[in-house]
């Protein structure tokens, strides 16, 4: 079956960076899009990024855009979420998401078929 795994959250002081990796098996990765959402405590799911198969597009969210990269490696069925000028209120918990089509844009946690137990992100200030 579908396994997603998040690795690489921790605590990191206000304005630092992180580099979250999702590592997935028991599916062809390049067929599925990739996306990431994060959960802060008594907050709805909140969509982060998402990649196409390829890789050649992507789209953030509003809160992370221009601070935040989505990518991924194929040959390592990996995608990644590398994050930088981390705020207090980028503290959640974040997942990984998959889904088995060419189309990506979708921000709604519905959409998204298969998904990882998640990694903390706390941000200290």
């Known amino acids: 079956q579908v396994q997603l795994v998040e690795s690489g959250g921790g605590l990191v002081q206000a304005g630092g960076s992180l580099r979250l990796s999702c590592e997935a098996s028991?599916?062809?990765?390049?067929?599925?899009?990739m996306g990431w959402f994060r959960q802060a405590p008594g907050k709805e799911r909140e969509f982060v990024a998402a990649?196409?198969?390829?890789?050649?597009?992507?789209v953030y969210g509003d809160s992370v855009q221009g601070r935040f990269t989505i990518s991924r490696a194929n040959a390592k069925n990996t995608a990644y979420l590398q994050m930088s000028s981390l705020q207090p209120e980028d503290t959640a918990v974040y997942y990984c998401?998959?889904?088995?089509?060419?189309?990506?844009?979708?921000?709604?946690?519905?959409?998204?078929?298969?998904w990882g137990p998640g990694t903390q992100v706390t941000v200290s200030s």
């Open positions: 990649i196409s198969r390829s890789g050649g597009g992507t």
């Open positions: 028991g599916l062809t990765f390049s067929s599925y899009a």
């Open positions: 998401a998959a889904r088995p089509s060419s189309l990506y844009t979708f921000s709604y946690r519905g959409a998204w078929d298969h």
